[in-house]
C-alpha cells in the first residue's frame, strides 16, 4: 500500500476519533462551580483544551490504525470472512 493511502487512512480514523474523545472530560461551569457569563449555554465547557483533546484523538487514531494496518498485513478479518458472517458459509463458498 502507498504511503499516501496510509496518509489518508490515518486522517479518517483521526477524525473518527476526534468525534469520540470530544465528549469526555468536558466539564460545564455549572460543574464546577465558577461564574457564567451572560449568553453562555449552559452546555458550554468551562475551560476547553484543545491540545489535549488533539494529543488524545491522536492517540486513539493511532491505536485504531495499528490494527487497521495489522489486519490489512496478516488478513485476519477478509472478505471472504465478512461474507460467511452475513450470509452463511454455504452461501460465501460461491
Known amino acids: 500500500m502507498r504511503w499516501t493511502s496510509l496518509l489518508a487512512i490515518y486522517f479518517l480514523f483521526w477524525f473518527l476519533s476526534l468525534f469520540l474523545v470530544l ?3 468536558i466539564r460545564t461551569t455549572d460543574e464546577v ?4 457569563i451572560p449568553g453562555q449555554a449552559d452546555s458550554a465547557p468551562h ?3 484543545p491540545l489535549r483533546i488533539v494529543l488524545r ?3 486513539v487514531a493511532l491505536a ?3 490494527l487497521f494496518y495489522a489486519n490489512y498485513s496478516f488478513g ?5 470472512t ?3 458472517w452475513f ?3 454455504a452461501e460465501a463458498n460461491r
Open 64 to 66: 485504531l490504525f495499528a
Open 57 to 59: 484523538t491522536s492517540l
Open 82 to 84: 465478512l461474507r460467511s
Open 33 to 36: 462551580g465558577g461564574e457564567k
Open 47 to 49: 475551560e476547553f483544551r
Open 87 to 89: 450470509h452463511g458459509p
Open 23 to 25: 465528549p469526555f472530560g
Open 76 to 80: 485476519w478479518i477478509t472478505t471472504d
